[in-house]
């Protein structure tokens, strides 16, 4: 004979509803900011000059549950042409949290030697145009099941290229979350 607890019953009706309700929420795509270049280095390659920056970028979880992503590279481009790329190290970042990361780059002047106008105009206005795209692949854990997410971030940042202070920025984010 199996003994009845209305009070089983309730915490099992809760924890069963809480997990439904978790497991049906909507995820949010992360917001990312860029909130600081700063040059670590300058490699002489005649007559350019190739610069090592590490960029400081926000990063938040709007999600209630904790991720995990593995390593990638995001591209970095001035005109349309690739200037560099950044390195994004595997990680993971707690639910609801936000974080800095400290991603490393290379920026190849010999991409800005091909724009000499626009690069001489962008230095007159103290003003200068950089896009950059990165996907992200990883892992937020619900419990014991792992939903594998990417998501791709596209970014438009202007900065003054004399003080490389972040003038303006407009980041974009689009979330994939596969359930099988």
């Not at 992360?30 to 700063?38: A, D, E, G, Q």
């Not at 400081?56 to 709007?62: D, E, F």
């Not at 209630?64 to 042409?81: D, L, Q």
């Not at 690739?82 to 990680?91: D, P, Q, R, W």
Request: charged share 15%.
């Amino acid at each position: 004979m199996v003994n009845w607890s209305w009070t089983s019953a309730l915490i099992g009706a809760a924890t069963a509803t809480a997990t439904a309700a978790l497991m049906s929420a909507k995820p949010k795509d992360p917001t990312f900011h860029l909130v600081s270049i700063n040059i670590t280095s300058f490699k002489l390659s005649l007559p350019l000059v190739d610069a090592e920056v590490v960029l400081t970028v926000h990063v938040t979880n709007p999600n209630a549950v904790p991720i995990h992503y593995s390593s990638t590279e995001m591209s970095i481009f001035y005109a349309g042409s690739l200037l560099g790329t950044a390195k994004v190290s595997a990680g993971s970042q707690p639910p609801k949290s936000c974080q800095l990361l400290h991603l490393p780059a290379r920026l190849n002047s010999m991409e800005l030697a091909h724009h000499p106008v626009q690069v001489l105009a962008d230095l007159k206005r103290r003003e200068m145009v950089l896009d950059a795209t990165v996907d992200i692949e990883g892992v937020a854990r619900v419990a014991w099941w792992g939903h594998r997410f990417k998501v791709h971030v596209d970014s438009h940042v202007t900065v003054d290229p004399v003080y490389l202070d972040v003038v303006d920025q407009e980041n974009k984010s689009d979330l994939d979350l596969f359930v099988a």
